[in-house]
């Protein structure tokens, strides 16, 4: 129950994102449309892709693609939709990256040979891939791997070992998740309060060609 | 044979297109051969992938991948390719793009837990991604996502809910296929003929950041 | 042994690159190691994906997704990496291209269905595509289908055809496949030696639209 609620809270607000995107880039209703199925479904299809999984989640959650389809309907009747929506995105959006990372993390490791690194790749393809797909496809370097974003994948990743480590450690699957779940929405929003980012790696491009 | 034969036009003309854009790009042959090649089959290797069915349908009918190598080689010899293409082109494109949105529906629809809806994605995936791919791989915005194309994936769109609904009213298989790629055909070369786009969905940015 | 050894070098470099690439846009440790893993692991992805080979071959050889992890890791504390590392790189590379190409045909041919061309396009995919989606993924052009590179897909699809011809005519597995990385090398080191490129296909753009 409560997951289904944050599922559905973390597949809207991966649309809204995505709607806002393409608007910004004047977009029309099929690139807005695009754009937000890609941001919110593209991580779950690239994990079940790697996995093998059939049918594809969005083919077996048939309604999602529906309510996305709705949501780019309404939003984009709106005039000046990101003034409302940008404040509440960041905790629906930090719920969903948990709650995707946790979900691709325990699907992962459902797999044979998986090792702990790949398990926890996987919780981060599937919290952050779709918006870094969306991003590609909007012809932008992915936010995602730019400095200029608070942690994003790092939260997820941290989130992921989080729930493999308690469960290698036999601690009850539902617990495990909840703290991975915790561990992600915790390093998510502090990195945005106090504004903690990854260090730019830039080399001086003087010093070379 | 009659749906050979459009098949066969469709990635044909998709083809052309790859190379007319590579080309335009400044880019050599192994550029050439594979934005035709991605145009071409872009669309139906994603709908094979998403479907899992195997293998892909350009190793099970090789011959086509041996057909854009060769209009790539031809294409690429001209000298000014686009002067005399480019006219001929609409025709087979839009033929081609029902044929693909009527056949990736079908597909779809065979496969258990398909929502309608998610069946007339698939349609228009099928007809429109190749295309979408061979943008993102010349690192251009996709021109499916903008307003200043001609309505073409909501062409795809409604010739695959025609499809769907007649299939599911028992119409036979034949003529359901029939009016679903005629309905794209005249969807797309009537918006063509009258610039019918769907409207720019930018909003004003200076109103928000 | 010798392959192993290959192998990994042909990793290493590729992984190289793809930090030298990151880094060079100014990007982040996400950033600077999901493009040296989808430079390094792209292309074989691709082709498991497309041959529906299970599981990827990084899942069932876990090191390796460990090994980029710390080769990000030490090339992000380097100041100025590109100095050192740009001499070394062209011999590791070739060998990989060489091998990955022989390796990806090989798995191709053991398919039903395969012609000889698409065995070939799968030796190329399998060395070359890593390459091209870093470059998407970084908002580039990819340099692979451009004519200032030298011969790079066109070694690759030599070497893919000497290995297929050579084993349709029952020459020994072993020296099919040393031959045929033989080709790439020598084709690709050539090409950087003597600087050649296939030619900029580009038409006059005035000419048309």
């Known amino acids: 129950m409560l997951l289904t609620l944050i599922e559905f809270l973390a597949v809207i607000s991966a649309g809204v994102y995505g709607v806002l995107l393409a608007r910004r880039l004047g977009m029309d209703f099929v690139g807005v449309f695009s754009v937000a199925f890609i941001i919110s479904f593209g991580g779950g299809t690239l994990r079940d892709l790697f996995l093998d999984r059939t049918p594809l989640f969005w083919i077996a959650a048939p309604h999602y693609p529906i309510i996305i ?45 998986m090792s702990w690194f790949n398990a926890a ?57 909840t703290l991975g779940l915790a561990v ?17 790696l830039r080399y001086g491009t003087e010093e070379i060609d």
Do not use: Q
């Not at 012809?139 to 989130?159: K, M």
């Open 121 to 177: 790749l996987f919780g981060v393809v599937t919290g952050t891939f779709g918006g870094v797909m969306g991003d590609v496809v909007c012809n932008r370097v992915p936010s995602l791997f730019r400095p200029s974003t608070p942690l994003y994948a790092t939260a997820s990743f941290l989130g992921s070992w989080t729930y493999i480590l308690l469960t290698e450690f036999h601690v009850i699957e539902s617990i495990a998740a």
């Open 69 to 113: 389809f709705f949501l780019a309907v309404v939003l984009s009747l709106i005039r000046y939709p990101a003034r409302f929506f940008e404040r509440l995105l960041p905790i629906p959006d930090a719920l969903g990256l948990g709650l995707f990372s946790v979900v691709g993390t325990a699907y992962a490791l459902e797999t044979p040979d």
């Open 184 to 200: 992600v929405v915790f390093t998510r929003l502090a990195a945005i309060k106090w504004d903690i980012r990854l260090p730019d």
